[in-house]
């Protein structure tokens, strides 16, 4: 049975267990020692000092890391705003009355105004969730929607 070193893979001379020379067994034992624990790291979000306890961990916690992940897409979402037609629509029908919806308007035009402006908003979210890769409709089930039940039964009634 032929035996090689484990770490250049050369047969091994005759008395030899492991390592087919003191380089090799140096290799091993430093191989087999304990990784020395990463330094401390400033927190990405927070800019508070933490200790890692994985190679590419950016934040401090789940809390930080989430709210990184949220003031991103609300850039992103920012940005898209600033093309989208329908917040310069918006923006056309407060500055034509005055910003004040209330006291421009008559009731009937307010109300026309804030049914346009609603349709806009839904518009606009609907688009928004459309380009994040989300389904803008309610959960399906089978191609249906699903409701959620008013009064869901506790375990100890099911």
């Not at 994985?54 to 890391?65: F, I, K, N």
């Not at 459309?130 to 009064?151: F, H, I, Q, S």
């Amino acid at each position: 049975m032929l035996v090689k070193c484990r770490i250049c893979g050369l047969p091994l001379e005759a008395g030899r267990r492991r390592y087919c020379s003191p380089g090799c067994a140096r290799g091993g034992h430093n191989a087999k020692r304990r990784r020395k624990s990463p330094a401390r790291r400033k927190c990405r979000r927070c800019g508070g000092r933490f200790l890692p306890s994985r190679h590419g961990q950016l934040y401090c916690s789940g809390a930080c890391r989430q709210s990184a992940y949220r003031e991103r897409l609300r850039e992103r979402v920012g940005r898209l705003a600033a093309f989208n037609p329908s917040v310069w629509l918006r923006d056309d029908i407060k500055k034509a009355t005055g910003g004040l919806l209330g006291e421009a308007a008559s009731p009937k035009h307010r109300r026309e105004l804030d049914s346009d402006e609603t349709a806009i908003e839904h518009a606009r979210i609907r688009k928004e969730l459309v380009n994040l890769g989300m389904d803008p409709r309610p959960a399906r089930k089978a191609g249906r929607a699903v409701k959620e039940p008013r009064n869901p039964r506790s375990p100890e009634q099911a």
